[in-house]
């Protein structure tokens, strides 16, 4: 159980396009999902924290309009990268929680590879 | 804001010997949770094992185990009989809130 799913695994896209992804929770109601990013050879950075009807909660530094999440439903978060710039390159990586946010150990996704041209 | 901190950028061990990571955090919480994480080549988050600020007892699954000292807020991993799949980069991470990670340990074991 705890099956988090993520779409597109990869994807490349031109400067100023953007694009979505989409976080499922496969076999559990995800209150709370996360968005990580994570460069090479690094540790997961914390970009934002959304709980199911509400605005996400953005991290320091962590530009809200260019970085767009909606956890418009208990299985479904989506993150927006509008647009894009070969910067944004990255592996951007989601998590969810079943319960309260303090409690619930998180259960990843497999990652989504953006690479910008 | 809380730390992790992980101190050994790279590990190596036998197979079938034993490896300890290392982990130490900063919080002024009573109440939270740590973690280790396994990423292995495929990037794929998994976790290993989870353990309560609150519980005196160290946390155990199978080969894993850890040492949590409270009060030196150190938390370390020990995998026992290591196996050539026990190669990855393992993060340690707290939990009060959201989930802080350290900068991760790479492990490489020797056949």
């Known amino acids: 159980g705890a099956v988090v799913s993520q779409h597109p695994s990869r994807v490349i896209c031109k400067s100023g396009t953007s694009v979505k992804i989409e976080c499922r929770s496969l076999d559990f109601q995800a209150t709370t999902m996360f968005w990580y990013r994570q460069f090479p050879k690094q540790s997961l950075m914390l970009m934002a924290t959304?709980?199911?009807?509400?605005?996400?909660?953005?991290e320091q530094g962590v530009e809200k309009d260019k970085f767009l999440i909606n956890h418009a439903s208990l299985t479904l978060s989506t993150l927006t990268v509008t647009s894009a710039h070969p910067e944004d390159s990255s592996f951007y990586i989601c998590s969810a929680s079943q319960g309260p946010i303090f409690q619930e150990t998180q259960y990843f996704g497999p990652g989504t590879r953006l690479l910008v041209l | 804001a809380q730390t992790v901190t992980q101190s050994q950028p790279e590990m190596s061990v036998q197979e079938a010997e034993t490896v300890t990571l290392s982990c130490t955090y900063d919080?002024?919480?009573?109440?939270?949770?740590l973690f280790w994480y396994k990423q292995p080549p495929s990037r794929q988050m998994i976790l290993v094992i989870r353990?309560?600020?609150?519980?005196?007892q160290n946390a155990t699954e199978n080969r894993f185990s850890v040492n949590f000292q409270k009060a030196a807020k150190s938390f370390s991993l020990k995998i026992s009989d290591s196996q050539l799949g026990d190669a990855a980069m393992y993060f340690c991470a707290y939990k009060d809130g959201d989930m802080r990670f350290g900068a991760g340990t790479r492990l490489t074991v020797k056949p």
């Open positions: 353990q309560e600020a609150y519980k005196q």
């Open positions: 959304s709980n199911e009807g509400s605005k996400a909660t953005y």
């Open positions: 919080t002024s919480e009573s109440d939270y949770y």
